[in-house]
């Protein structure tokens, strides 16, 4: 039997919040929108003692386009607002560098979710990543963890474009949350390409 998950593993754009309407990248706070239950869910798992880790391809600074210090100061608001909502992010993990990098950060590469396994000391079986793109998928299949679809973001076109899914798949991460906190889901290692 699989153990309960106590370590989340979220994307952010397109899962925390939404991408700006010209497909273009937040480059600053005043352009954060949370998605609808996002910011609850943070609260929410926090309570219920889930580790919660984000881990987010951010190429918009390997691209020169963001200053990597500017994400750090986007990303210090959102841990700020979502400490004052009275929850946490314990680990953030960011991959600046632009796709042709050939880094072993940027998803689909696992480097990320390792790091993120690593920091919160909870094995493998224990923890879920939850994403909006065929890379956060692969990600996590190649770490060796299951993973959750949701539709937001990219995630409709990506449940669109897989003919076969073997990953549960909600409609945002409030509907995610609700899930795994009532204990109706339990990931399973998935067969994503």
């Known amino acids: 039997m699989r153990p309960p998950i106590r370590h989340v593993i979220l994307d952010r754009d397109g899962v925390l919040n939404a991408e700006p309407g010209d497909g273009g990248y937040v480059t600053d706070w005043a352009q954060w929108r949370w998605l609808p239950g996002a910011l ?13 880790s984000v881990a987010t391809n951010q190429s918009c600074v390997g691209r020169g386009i963001l200053a990597r210090d500017r994400l750090d100061a986007i990303h210090a608001s959102m841990l700020d607002e979502v400490a004052r909502a009275g929850g946490a992010i314990d680990h953030l993990f960011v991959c600046p560098h632009a796709p042709g990098d050939l880094c072993g950060c940027r998803k689909p590469a696992p480097g990320m979710l390792r790091d993120a396994i690593e920091a919160s000391g909870i094995p493998r079986p224990a923890t879920v990543a939850v994403g909006d793109d065929l890379r956060d998928l692969q990600a996590a299949k190649a770490a060796g963890i299951p ?28 509907a995610f949350t609700a899930a795994l906190l009532s204990g109706s889901i339990a990931p399973v290692e998935s067969r994503i390409p």
């Open 147 to 174: 993973a959750a679809l949701v539709r937001t973001g990219k995630g409709a076109a990506t449940e669109a474009a897989l003919d076969e899914i073997d990953v549960p798949v909600f409609d945002n991460v409030r």
């Open 40 to 52: 609850e869910s943070l609260v929410l798992l926090h309570a219920e003692g889930v580790c919660i």
